[in-house]
């Protein structure tokens, strides 16, 4: 953020409903001030039914971009002039960015996943992957894996018609990647490289999506939810002695690559990262 807002003041910002809740405004107006940038990101909180106009405000107010959060991943690409092949093929965006007037969505957030599992030394490329949960951020994932040559992906959901459905959708896009959808039973004895947890289950202390001593081998734990920290499943693969990870990387990356997208320079990562720790503290 610059020491003060004037008339030349570049306006960034996050929609979604709600918002409130959001570290987008502290992770990145630190990089704004970090790098001398005159440019501000606030929260706007747009209900569904205002969608359409406040993407109209983004080139009537000539802002510089957006973050797009939940309810708004899909709806939003209706409005925009153009999208990336990944956004395209995910059917998601998380970041538009303001071309003098054309809008371009792309979603950082499996750039992000990936740049957090290379910090824990995962290369997802040949790796046989289970992916927890069928929601967006699963689509997101899972595309994203396939694309990143991983060699087969297992899919199980809460509902199974969802995963079965998301398989049944991502699939043909990605005929050299074994890509299957399991019920519970299939997680019996399991066995896979990568466990990728993308439902929501663990943000309450108690719940798990699934209990790792049913596995014959995990050879690493990624879950995206970042607060609490250590949710029961990473607490048990702590005690179970498996390498894991939570998703404040994947928040941090996804910032970066947004970041990037809007101004072409290169992230402050550790001014984001420590943002996005004293909110959590
Ligand atoms: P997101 O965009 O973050 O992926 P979402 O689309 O609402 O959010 O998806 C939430 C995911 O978490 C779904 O896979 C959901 O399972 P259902 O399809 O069965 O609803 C999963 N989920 C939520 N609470 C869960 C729980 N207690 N146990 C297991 N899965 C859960």
Redo the contacts with the bound molecule.
């Keep these: 953020m610059p020491s003060s807002v004037t008339a030349t003041t570049r306006v960034y910002g996050l929609i979604g409903h709600p918002v409130s809740h959001s570290f987008s405004p502290a992770m990145h107006n630190a990089a704004f001030q970090e790098l001398g940038l005159d440019s501000i990101y606030g929260a706007f909180d747009v209900t569904p039914e205002r969608l359409e106009e406040a993407l109209r405000g983004v080139c009537g107010l000539n802002l510089g971009g957006l973050n797009v959060t939940?309810p708004h991943?899909s709806n939003v690409i209706p409005y925009l002039d153009n999208l990336d092949p990944l956004a395209e093929t995910i059917g998601a965006v998380n970041t538009i960015v303001n071309q003098n007037g054309s809008l371009r969505g792309t979603s950082t957030d499996f750039a992000g996943f990936l740049r957090s599992l290379k910090e824990n030394d995962v290369e997802p490329e040949g790796l046989e992957i289970v992916v927890?949960?069928?929601?967006?951020?699963?689509?997101a994932l899972l595309a994203g894996l396939a694309d990143a040559k991983a060699k087969s992906i297992r899919v199980w959901?809460?509902?199974a018609s969802?995963?079965h459905s998301l398989v049944e959708e991502i699939k043909p896009v990605f005929p050299n990647c074994m890509i299957e959808h399991i019920h519970s039973e299939g997680l019996n004895d399991l066995d896979c490289d990568l466990l990728v947890n993308?439902?929501?289950?663990g943000m309450q202390e108690q719940?798990s999506?699934f209990d790792l001593n049913h596995a014959n081998r995990i050879g690493h734990v990624a879950d995206?939810i970042y607060n609490p920290p250590k949710t029961p499943l990473l607490k048990q693969a702590e005690q179970l002695g498996i390498p894991n990870h939570n998703g404040l990387g994947m928040l941090l990356y996804q910032g970066c690559e947004s970041f990037t997208f809007w101004t072409g320079m290169e992230a402050p990562v550790e001014v984001m990262r420590q943002a996005l720790v004293s909110q959590l503290n």
């Design positions: 939940v991943k927890l949960g069928a929601g967006g951020s699963a689509r959901n809460r509902t969802r995963a993308t439902t929501s289950a719940e999506p995206i």
